[in-house]
């Protein structure tokens, strides 16, 4: 069965410092990979997705992810985050047949101004 | 474009009652999720639908949870009778493709 860890449940930062936040997964066959991004009072909603091609992948407000094959991995990063990127993101993994995703624990950011 | 439309949005019920949600996907989306987000984890699959047949149910609690979608378009879920660990944020979700949209969710307190 395939599983996603988040490592960071929780960070703080200050305004335009650098972000990174680990996803690691376990599978050992084709996966398409996602972060969502869930601000307060609102909805989950998809930040960026990786299906092939270009392991480095962009998404939306300066976000952008880069998928290692070679270490399970699926890292988020935006090099100088803003106070309304305080959210909690949560990392996801859709393997196999079907369109299940198998999510991660989430990461609650939090940016002081 | 309207969203996935949940409803309600907060219930609290005490132990043994029994509650059901409801779930109205984006008009054309043949396929829907129903999601288990317990507080400091992350969402959970309960149960998914085509159309209105059932593709995976196999994390469903099927001796207190119950789901369904007639019509293939709304879908409800109901959980009876309900238990403490039962509290939690149930999400519903729907795809024309592979992105899944998700609705803002009912969070369910059980006393």
């Known amino acids: 069965a395939q599983s996603v860890s988040q490592h960071n449940h929780h960070v703080i930062l200050s305004e335009a410092a650098s972000l990174e936040l680990g996803c690691n997964y376990s599978?050992?066959?084709?996966?398409?990979l996602f972060w969502y991004v869930q601000y307060p009072g609102q909805h989950l909603q998809l930040l960026l997705k990786y299906f092939s091609g270009d392991p480095l992948v962009k998404g939306i407000k300066g976000f952008e992810a880069e998928f290692i094959k070679s270490k399970f991995s699926f890292n988020l990063r935006k090099p100088s985050v803003q106070w309304s990127d305080t959210a909690e993101y949560f990392c996801?993994?859709?393997?196999?047949?079907?369109?299940?995703?198998?999510f991660g624990g989430g990461t609650r950011l939090m940016v002081k101004p | 474009e309207a969203g996935v439309a949940q409803s309600p949005r907060y219930k609290i019920i005490e132990k043994r009652q029994s509650v059901a949600f409801w779930c109205n996907p984006i008009?054309?989306?043949?396929?829907l999720y129903w999601y288990q987000q317990i507080l400091g984890q992350g969402p959970k699959l309960l149960i998914q639908f085509q159309n209105n047949g059932v593709v995976d149910d196999s994390q469903l609690p099927k001796d207190r949870f119950s789901a369904e979608r007639l019509k293939g378009v709304d879908s409800t879920l109901k959980i009876q009778p309900a238990k403490l660990e039962d509290s939690a944020v149930y999400l519903c979700?729907?795809?024309?493709?592979?992105?899944?949209?998700f609705g803002p969710g009912t969070r369910l307190t059980v006393l």
């Open positions: 008009s054309g989306h043949a396929t």
């Open positions: 979700a729907s795809s024309l493709e592979y992105e899944q949209f």
């Open positions: 599978y050992g066959g084709t996966v398409n």
């Open positions: 996801a993994l859709r393997a196999g047949a079907g369109n299940m995703l198998t």
